[in-house]
């Protein structure tokens, strides 16, 4: 079985994903590690050594790469995975569930404004400018994280309750 986990940049896929993974005795792959691993440097430092496209191009491979592995995985995506090329379109055939961690504005605001600094399409953004940055992209970006299969309200919920959440829609 493969679960992947979709949403906004600090939604909690990477912490939720690696929560899920251990309760359901599956292996646990964060997509944004996998290409960090793959390529020896931090995501910020591909985006400022190679540009965005470079890594675009790369994360359409790996998500392909993991989703043909025989065995069963929970896949936490990066932020931006579904959106680009025809990536939604193979989560979708590759795996039999996938969910998307949807967040109010508010709350997105809230915690990416504590961690922008390894984020490198926020880190730049002033507090002041975040809301709106953050509206506009997520209204660029919900009409794919909608295709999921699965939509889930995490908003007052720790993630250990999105955890049971999950585990309830599978
Ligand atoms: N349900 C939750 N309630 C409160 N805080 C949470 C919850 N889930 C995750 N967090 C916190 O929110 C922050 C972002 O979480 P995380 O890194 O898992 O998000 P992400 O979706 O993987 O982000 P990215 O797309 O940038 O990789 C972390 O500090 C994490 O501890
Ligand atoms: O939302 C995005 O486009 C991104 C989110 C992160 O998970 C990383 O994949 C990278 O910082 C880009
Ligand atoms: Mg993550």
Same mark, same amino acid.
Request: net charge negative.
């Given at each position: 079985m493969k679960v992947v986990l979709l949403?906004?940049?600090?939604?909690?896929?990477?912490?939720?994903? =690696?929560? &899920?993974?251990? $309760?359901?005795?599956? /292996?646990?792959?964060?997509? @944004? *590690?996998? +290409?960090?691993?793959?390529?020896?440097?931090?995501?910020?430092?591909?985006?400022?050594?190679?540009?965005?496209?470079?890594? =675009?191009? &790369?994360?359409? $491979?790996?998500?392909? /790469?993991?989703?043909?592995? @025989? *065995?069963? +995985?929970?896949?936490?995506?990066?932020?931006?995975?579904?959106?680009?090329?025809?990536?939604?379109?193979?989560?979708?055939?590759?795996?039999?569930?996938?969910?998307?961690?949807?967040?109010?504005?508010?709350?997105?605001?809230?915690?990416?404004?504590?961690?922008?600094e390894d984020r490198p399409l926020v880190?730049?953004?002033?507090?002041?400018?975040?809301?709106?940055?953050?509206?506009?992209?997520?209204?660029?970006?919900?009409?794919?994280?909608?295709?999921?299969?699965?939509?889930?309200?995490?908003?007052?919920?720790?993630?250990?309750?999105?955890?049971?959440n999950i585990k309830e829609l599978l």
């Amino acid at each position: 079985m493969k679960v992947v986990l979709l949403g906004y940049m600090a939604s909690g896929k990477s912490t939720v994903g =690696r929560l &899920l993974a251990r $309760q359901l005795g599956m /292996e646990f792959i964060d997509l @944004d *590690e996998y +290409i960090e691993h793959d390529q020896k440097k931090s995501i910020k430092d591909i985006f400022s050594e190679k540009g965005e496209i470079f890594f =675009r191009k &790369l994360e359409h $491979q790996m998500l392909k /790469e993991v989703l043909e592995k @025989d *065995e069963s +995985i929970v896949l936490s995506t990066g932020g931006g995975t579904p959106c680009y090329g025809n990536n939604m379109d193979t989560i979708l055939k590759q795996s039999e569930h996938s969910v998307y961690l949807n967040l109010s504005i508010p709350k997105l605001v809230d915690r990416i404004s504590k961690e922008k600094e390894d984020r490198p399409l926020v880190r730049n953004i002033s507090d002041e400018e975040l809301p709106e940055f953050i509206g506009k992209h997520l209204f660029e970006r919900r009409p794919y994280y909608l295709q999921a299969k699965h939509i889930l309200d995490c908003n007052d919920a720790n993630a250990e309750t999105v955890t049971e959440n999950i585990k309830e829609l599978l």
